[in-house]
């Protein structure tokens, strides 16, 4: 009864900690970089812009007051902080110029965008990487994936031996192919070789008895909270960074490595201990860690771990 009741209150004080650390990281909070701030509002506006052009019928001159927006955000907006936030805007105003100039329309403000975007043009070279670009579904043969998708297993027997941190780099950029809410890429890397390091990380989280030594490579993958701001988007974290670390660990089977994604189903003394272990920021959620390397052999042994039949789970509403 005693330990049914403490781990109620454990459930209190852990989600008043939760509400404590979005608080103080969150996008509204005045304790984090405007310039992170400023990078992540005008990734999300000028992304509405590119969203709306690429709807199947595009209203002539929708979201006037974005597209003034993202122009006076990005004019205040310090470019050496990163400059993905200018590109999308830059491509989006392009985009919604060329759309109308195709259209026939003028008006005052595609004038202003037409000045703002030759302001822009010494500052950052083109091509402007934003706006739309064409898709082809003959282009990917969708027989891939299934298979690439069906390959994947939870590898435990991975070789300890450090893998090439240009193969890592290469994983992590297929994995950014990830969707992210409004594209605000919040989810970060971290990275470890170093035995002694991956050990204290491991023993944290615990979920990888049995086969800890033998781990010689370690994701942990992360959100950075100022991305996520208001009460709707507490969770928020948990879902772009799942989605990225799903794309993580297919990445690493294509490059023909086993994974093994590891729990952090933890409290806040835990994650911050991994997150002074690990030399993380104190404003990044964690959301798991993944074990990776090389497989010990070609042929190895996986648990089955059987699927349950998909109309178990599945509800065909009417
Ligand atoms: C979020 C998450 C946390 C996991 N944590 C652990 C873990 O701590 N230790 C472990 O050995 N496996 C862990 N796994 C692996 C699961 O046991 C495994 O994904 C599941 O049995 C399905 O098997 P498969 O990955 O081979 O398809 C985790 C999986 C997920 C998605």
């Not at 690429?54 to 597209?67: A, E, M, R």
């Not at 595609?110 to 302001?119: M, P, S």
């Not at 891939?144 to 090439?164: E, F, G, K, N, V």
């Not at 994701?219 to 772009?240: E, H, K, L, M, T």
Request: with cysteine.
């Amino acid at each position: 009864m005693l330990s049914k009741l403490l781990k109620v209150a454990g459930i209190f004080s852990e989600a008043l900690r939760d509400a404590a650390l979005f608080l103080r990281f969150n996008a509204y909070s005045p304790f984090v970089d405007p310039s992170k701030r400023a990078f992540y509002k005008i990734l999300i506006e000028a992304h509405t812009i590119e969203k709306g052009l690429s709807l199947p019928n595009p209203k002539p001159l929708f979201g006037k007051d974005k597209v003034r927006f993202v122009m006076a955000a990005l004019s205040r907006y310090d470019i050496r902080h990163s400059p993905v936030p200018a590109h999308m805007s830059l491509g989006a105003l392009q985009a919604y110029a060329n759309f109308h100039a195709r259209l026939g329309v003028s008006d005052p403000l595609l004038d202003e965008i037409a000045a703002y975007l030759a302001a822009w043009e010494d500052r950052l070279p083109k091509p402007w990487q934003g706006g739309t670009r064409d898709y082809s579904f003959n282009g990917q043969p969708p027989g891939d994936l299934p298979q690439l998708m069906a390959s994947r297993s939870s590898i435990r027997t991975l070789r300890p031996a450090p893998l090439d941190p240009d193969r890592i780099v290469e994983a992590i950029s297929l994995a950014q192919l990830a969707p992210s809410q409004c594209n605000r890429q919040s989810t970060r890397v971290h990275t470890y070789q170093d035995r002694a390091r991956i050990q204290e990380l491991l023993a944290l989280q615990g979920g990888s008895r049995g086969f800890a030594d033998n781990v010689g490579n370690l994701f942990v993958v992360s959100s950075d909270i100022c991305a996520w701001g208001g009460p709707g988007q507490r969770n928020q974290a948990y879902v772009d960074g799942a989605l990225f670390a799903m794309c993580l660990m297919f990445a690493c089977r294509s490059m023909g490595w086993g994974a093994c994604p590891l729990n952090l189903a933890i409290d806040h003394r835990t994650e911050s201990a991994i997150r002074r272990a690990g030399g993380i920021p104190a404003g990044e959620r964690l959301i798991l860690m993944i074990a990776f390397g090389e497989p010990i052999a070609p042929q190895t042994r996986v648990a089955f771990s059987p699927r349950r039949p998909a109309a178990e789970i599945a509800t065909l509403h009417a």
